[in-house]
């Protein structure tokens, strides 16, 4: 797969934004050895667009803490979605940013109705350098968001339980697997340290604390040269 690369001088006169490109792209095992663990390397060629630019590199499609807000914004401004979609704050991150939490699904016309519901649990980039996660999301927040028959269905059948974005500190500060402390939240859905690790204990009291059967839990994670779906299940 090609590293992306991002011009500001193609940005600015041609509107050209992230654009695969480079050559000769090796990855191996280099001579540094510290006696624990092998090394590695990953090279490529690159003829840069123009002289005196500057460029950026990056190995999937960037999705921002902006950009998710930017789409979120949309969705609450929208008449008809905020009908069946509702934003909320999940809780502050160590840094004090908001984590979103959707609850998707359509009104209920009885309280029986309402309570043979079940919930579906989705979370994205609690491994903040998986941006390929938060596009996955979007794309299904923008068909359970639609008025397909398909969709209309599944939120009279479900309530989607939504985290777009769990780990936005790591996000924002470019770390590609750890949170704000350096940890890896995957590694820590057992935690009672509600200080250190916010996102991932909210998100457990909540899946944890509501009054629907949750179904499944989805979480879009990539490892190595393909990507997964970790999915789990709970009974309330």
Same mark, same amino acid.
């Given at each position: 797969m090609k590293p992306l690369l991002y011009s500001q001088?193609?940005?600015?006169t041609r509107n050209i934004g992230w654009r695969r490109e480079g050559n000769e792209i090796k990855y191996y095992k280099n001579n540094m050895d510290d006696g624990q663990q092998p090394f590695y390397c990953l090279t490529?060629?690159?003829? *840069?667009?123009?002289?005196q630019? /500057?460029?950026?590199?990056?190995? *999937?499609?960037?999705?921002?803490? /902006?950009?998710?807000?930017c789409y979120l914004l949309s969705v609450a401004n929208n008449p008809i979605q905020s009908q069946f979609c509702k934003l909320q704050t999940l809780c502050r991150s160590l840094a004090g940013n908001t984590v979103y939490l959707l609850t998707i699904t359509n009104p209920s016309q009885t309280p029986q109705e309402a309570a043979a519901k079940k919930a579906v649990?989705?979370?994205a980039r609690v491994h903040p350098g998986e941006s390929n996660g938060s596009w996955v999301?979007?794309?299904f927040l923008d068909f359970i968001l639609s008025n397909s028959p398909d969709a209309q269905l599944l939120r009279d059948i479900f309530v989607f339980k939504v985290l777009p974005m769990l780990n936005p500190d790591g996000v924002i500060v470019g770390n590609y697997r750890c949170s704000l402390a350096g940890r890896d939240l995957?590694?820590?859905y057992k935690t009672i340290l509600k200080e250190s690790f916010p996102c991932i204990w909210y998100t457990r009291n909540m899946i944890k604390s509501s009054l629907f059967t949750v179904v499944i839990s989805r979480?879009?994670?990539a490892k190595k040269e393909r990507d997964e779906l970790l999915c789990g299940g709970w009974e309330s």
């Amino acid at each position: 797969m090609k590293p992306l690369l991002y011009s500001q001088m193609d940005a600015n006169t041609r509107n050209i934004g992230w654009r695969r490109e480079g050559n000769e792209i090796k990855y191996y095992k280099n001579n540094m050895d510290d006696g624990q663990q092998p090394f590695y390397c990953l090279t490529w060629t690159i003829q *840069f667009p123009y002289d005196q630019d /500057t460029c950026f590199f990056a190995h *999937f499609y960037p999705y921002t803490y /902006t950009d998710l807000q930017c789409y979120l914004l949309s969705v609450a401004n929208n008449p008809i979605q905020s009908q069946f979609c509702k934003l909320q704050t999940l809780c502050r991150s160590l840094a004090g940013n908001t984590v979103y939490l959707l609850t998707i699904t359509n009104p209920s016309q009885t309280p029986q109705e309402a309570a043979a519901k079940k919930a579906v649990v989705l979370s994205a980039r609690v491994h903040p350098g998986e941006s390929n996660g938060s596009w996955v999301m979007k794309g299904f927040l923008d068909f359970i968001l639609s008025n397909s028959p398909d969709a209309q269905l599944l939120r009279d059948i479900f309530v989607f339980k939504v985290l777009p974005m769990l780990n936005p500190d790591g996000v924002i500060v470019g770390n590609y697997r750890c949170s704000l402390a350096g940890r890896d939240l995957n590694r820590h859905y057992k935690t009672i340290l509600k200080e250190s690790f916010p996102c991932i204990w909210y998100t457990r009291n909540m899946i944890k604390s509501s009054l629907f059967t949750v179904v499944i839990s989805r979480s879009k994670n990539a490892k190595k040269e393909r990507d997964e779906l970790l999915c789990g299940g709970w009974e309330s």
